[in-house]
């Protein structure tokens, strides 16, 4: 559970990592419907070279006192061992397009907001080297993982 670091904003969340998936194309269903959203023709993403993507799926409740939204951007780092990946402004929309696919499909993304006691799907896109393979995830409590105050206060989860 992380709460807001801010006394005047109620904002809770509960997490929980469903899945991490590496050195995967991203879900063809949801490329396709991004695709198919803007009438674009159809080709998958590419990581970077010598990079693999990974998608951190996480199913986030809305535990606190109003409508809010969360998602991954800034938020969110995946490791490996004592290395800290982000999320860049590329991977940032691919991640919108899962929340997307996903709104479509369920109606309740925590990227777009969801009242108290309700929960949804929300994933996150990394790129970390080809082979390696995610270690932990830092939550932050903050809208930024680092500050000029350096890092924000967080969970730390293990992955397996």
Known sequence: MIASNTADD???WRFTVTDVSCGKTLDPAV???AADSVGAP????????????????????????????WDTSSTVSLNVGDT???????DDEY???????????????????VNPGSKGP???????????QPTTAWFTSSTAIE????TEPGYLVTLK
């Open 122 to 132: 929300t994933h996150g896109v990394f790129q970390i080297p080809e082979g390696e």
């Open 84 to 90: 800290r990946y982000t999320q860049s402004q590329t």
């Open 10 to 12: 109620p904002s809770r």
């Open 42 to 69: 159809h080709s998958p993403p590419a990581p970077e070279p010598g990079k693999q993507f990974c998608v951190l799926a996480i199913d986030v409740e809305n535990i606190g006192k109003k409508q809010n939204s």
């Open 147 to 150: 500050t000029v105050n350096g």
């Open 31 to 33: 490329t396709a419907h």
């Open 95 to 113: 991640s919108s397009e899962y929340a997307q696919y996903w709104q479509d499909k369920t109606n309740t993304v925590a990227t777009f907001g």
